[in-house]
Nanobody, 114 residues
Framework: QVQFVESGGGSVRPGGSLRLSCAVS????????MGWYRQSPEKQREVVAT???????SVAESVKGRFAIYRDTSKKILYLQMSSLKSEDTAVYYC????????WGQGTRVTVSS
């Protein structure tokens, strides 16, 4: 059974930075297109960024130029480096596969507020 833990969230001021991590317990991570998602009370869960096993990256327009996704395959960790954070980035962030998704984890909360 897959286990994964999202971490790295917190409270920051606008313009600040955070790095989120998602540690995955199964080798399936290495062969799957992975993504970071986020959900706020006002919106449905949305894809923030994805990365394929070959390293092809896609980033949502709303975070382009500010967020970067990368993975450490040897450690089975997915990262999301977030900078120039805005209040609208406030959400709970989750990681998961892009398709045939695992059950969702607890996520990690990011709050951007002055």
């Amino acid at each position: 059974q897959v286990q994964f833990v999202e971490s790295g969230g917190g409270s920051v001021r606008p313009g600040g930075s955070l790095r989120l991590s998602c540690a995955v317990s199964v080798d399936e991570f290495m062969f799957s297109e992975m993504g970071w998602y986020r959900q706020s009370p006002e919106k449905q869960r949305e894809v923030v960024a994805t990365i394929s096993p070959g390293g092809t990256i896609s980033v949502a327009e709303s975070v382009k130029g500010r967020f970067a996704i990368y993975r450490d395959t040897s450690k089975k960790i997915l990262y999301l480096q977030m900078s120039s954070l805005k209040s609208e980035d406030t959400a709970v962030y989750y990681c998961n596969k892009l398709s045939d998704q695992w059950p969702w984890g607890q996520g990690t909360r990011v709050t951007v507020s002055s």
